[in-house]
């Protein structure tokens, strides 16, 4: 008999903060558990790393499309449709399977070739200078500032600006508006609560998105809003208007916060560690192997969900057609059967390899932009300032969406 789980603990504001002691019970049940769907919604819950590897590929289970959100709604007018910030999402990559998926993630990955990720790469370091030089501004005199407000927000700002073509003036106008039209994504019963002002964000980035797409139109340059026009002038690329604007907003979306908070983490996980704090700054040959740990231990999106096309097993827990997967990233990452003492944090593990960007179909398109960027970001931090020390406790996010922090005061003489 396979224990059936509830996920109130984990979708508290405790479990949000601190989900590794919930996932932790979870690993001792094995790699899937049984849920309630009448109290959660899921049918199963993923949390071993092998598991979540086997069910991202799997083509019996799929990303919530429209045509499943339809389903399960019933009504002729299903509420989702009403949602400007759901209508919004369900045209991005996140939210299609084959063949919109593919024939949309063909022209976005080819704008993220490796040529063009190394292109970026002094322009990041020129990016990452003089946020440091705003910091050491800010911060002289040993006036405390806010981490978060100063450098990790402004620097994947900075970068996926650069690469959507955000002009950098407008940059500023953008986390008051990402932030809401994310949320709409938190997992558990209270998420509607977010949707007001989701969707409220959702109607200001379409604007946005819309004037963008137009001046790009009359005047092309190097970005990938342009690249993505002229793909499908020259009949390479299919997609619409809308389309276009909604993948721009996902983009840049699923660019920016992700790494706000990568950056976040890996400062705390740092600044807890001297030793490692110290490699990290003398040895910029370890900053992968420190930027995989960092990924690996602290998750940014904590989550996925997959929905079953036909009746099926995970990890032999049984999945009924339209039965849905919650698929916990962040407990995979903890996986003990994947990561020898999951719960310390060791940049020298053999055979790391983070489960934070997923893996299948869906696989990050933004996965070794935001390597490099953190990769650049955290030494380089470290060198400007050897005496950066914390000023006050951090003050924490608790999302599953962005697991991170809200604030986090420092002082660096
Ligand atoms: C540390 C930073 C990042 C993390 C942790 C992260 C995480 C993820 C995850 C978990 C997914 C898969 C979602 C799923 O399977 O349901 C995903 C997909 C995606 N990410 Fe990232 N991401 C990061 C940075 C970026 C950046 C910098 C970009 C763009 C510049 C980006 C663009 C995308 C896109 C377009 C997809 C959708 C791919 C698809 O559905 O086909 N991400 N990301």
Known sequence: MQTVIALGELFSAEGRRDPYPFYAGLHQLGQAAPLDPSADRYSVVVHGYEAIEKLTRDP????LDAAHLDRLDGRDEPLWRRRRSLQVLQQTVFFLNPPDHTRLRRPLAQAFTARRMAALEPAIVRL?????????????GGRTVDFMKLFAYPVPSDVIGELVGVPEEDRPWFPPRSEPFSLVLEPGRQNWRYLQAGDAAAVELTGYFEKLVAARRAESRDDLTSTLLEARASGSADFSDEE????????YNAGFLTSVHSIGNGLILLMDRPAHRAELRDRPDMAPAYVEEI???????????RYATEDTEVAGVRVPAGGEALVLLGAAN?????????????????????MSFSVGPHYCLGAA??????????????????????????????????HGYQEIPITIA
Do not use: C, W
């Open 295 to 305: 990924l690996r231990y602290k998750t940014p999106v904590q989550f996925g969900v």
């Open 60 to 63: 019996v289970f799929r990303i």
């Open 369 to 402: 932009l935001s390597k490099l960027e953190i990769q650049l970001a955290l030494p380089m931090l470290l060198r400007r300032f050897p005496r950066l020390a914390l000023a006050a406790p951090p003050r924490t996010l608790d999302l599953m969406t962005f």
């Open 244 to 251: 276009l604007v909604a993948n721009l907003i996902g983009v």
């Open 334 to 354: 903890r996986d003990p059967r994947r990561f020898p003492d999951p719960d310390v944090f060791d940049p020298h593990r053999p055979d790391n390899h983070t």
């Open 128 to 140: 990452i200078d003089r946020r440091l030089d705003q910091v050491e501004e800010a911060g002289a």
